[in-house]
């Protein structure tokens, strides 16, 4: 049977957040870090910048992803994030349902602010009442990848 899927567009999430004050400016500020010195594997790591991974991330041009030909404006990085749930609750007995949603955290944002919920993507709601099989949950997924691809 056909379960309804229930998406929200990237586009208008990303326009509501760079029409924050100073969140734009702040999210394009993030790759400043990247370009600096990595973190240590024993030091604390404040960002996710900090790492060498970020720093040293090259586009197909070679030059690093934030100052190649393809970042003239808005290069952001996600976290995906797909979690499955019971809406009713985690009980032992009784009928268990499981629902999903898919989400993103632009980790561009100061670290202080990813998890705010107002500055978390909900990409879709994945319908019950079990868990799709791994194999289908692409079907879910590629909405988002459209909207990654335009």
């Known amino acids: 049977p056909l379960k309804p899927f229930i998406y929200f567009h990237m586009q208008e999430w990303l326009a509501m957040l760079l029409s924050q004050k100073g969140l734009e400016e702040k999210m394009d500020n993030a790759w400043k870090g990247a370009n600096s010195t990595p973190v240590s594997q024993t030091s604390d790591m404040r960002d996710i910048f900090d790492r060498s991974m970020l720093q040293e991330f090259r586009g197909p041009d070679g030059k690093h992803f934030s100052l190649g030909e393809e970042c003239n404006e808005g290069c952001y990085v996600f976290s995906l994030c797909i979690n499955f749930f019971d809406p009713l609750g985690n009980k032992q007995a009784g ?54 691809l335009e």
Do not use: R, W
């Open 95 to 148: 009928k268990q349902i499981s629902i999903g949603a898919i989400s993103l955290i632009c980790l561009n944002l100061p670290p202080d602010i990813h998890y705010k919920p107002e500055n978390i993507y909900l990409a879709g709601i994945v319908p019950g009442p079990s868990e799709p099989p791994l194999s289908t949950l692409n079907n879910y997924m590629a909405p988002l990848v459209d909207a990654f």
